[in-house]
């Protein structure tokens, strides 16, 4: 596949950093690292097809920040996970997958009782799932389009993103 990038996708990678370190007094310079690899993630990595393509593009993000930011690899170490749930403030920051995780699965319980009958697992893969989505919807115009085999759970999922 050939992929195209454009200055637009700089453009949302800046954006993104600033308008998260705009609200955020405190932030550590691991914290700045992590955001800016998670946001890095989200823009470039995404949208690649393959697993080695995926795998040579977090090698080189995290060469990147090896070199320009002199960290460890502590703070490289993944899952990079920023999220607005788990924050009273509704700062987006960095989040454990396992706090996550129990966050996502009592709302999927209020959920399932107002909203939709259905269940949900949640693994990590769907939990990666929701923190993607959840930043794409948040953001002014913010769109995606969700590709994957019927019946998956891409329309249940979304749905409960944007009901959360």
Not at 28 to 37: D, F, H, K, S, Y
Request: aromatic fraction near 10%; hydrophobic fraction near 45%; charge should be negative.
């Amino acid at each position: 596949p050939h992929y195209l990038y454009s200055p637009r996708e700089l453009t949302r990678w800046k954006t993104a950093l600033h308008e998260t370190m705009k609200k955020w007094e405190g932030m550590t310079e691991e914290n700045l690292i992590r955001l800016v690899l998670h946001e890095a993630l989200r823009i470039f990595v995404d949208r690649l097809v393959f697993a080695e393509e995926k795998e040579w593009s977090e090698e080189q993000l995290d060469d990147l920040a090896r070199t320009e930011f002199n960290c460890g690899d502590d703070v490289l170490r993944r899952p990079i996970l920023f999220s607005t749930y788990l924050n009273s403030d509704g700062l987006y920051v960095s989040v454990e997958r396992e706090e996550l995780r129990v966050f996502v699965q009592e709302k999927l319980k209020i959920f399932y009782e107002e909203e939709l009958a259905v269940h949900l697992v949640i693994f990590d893969d769907v939990l990666d799932h929701i923190v993607r989505m959840d930043r794409v919807l948040r953001q002014p115009l913010g769109h995606l389009l969700l590709v994957g085999a019927s019946g998956a759970g891409k329309t249940v999922l979304s749905k409960f993103v944007s009901w959360m």
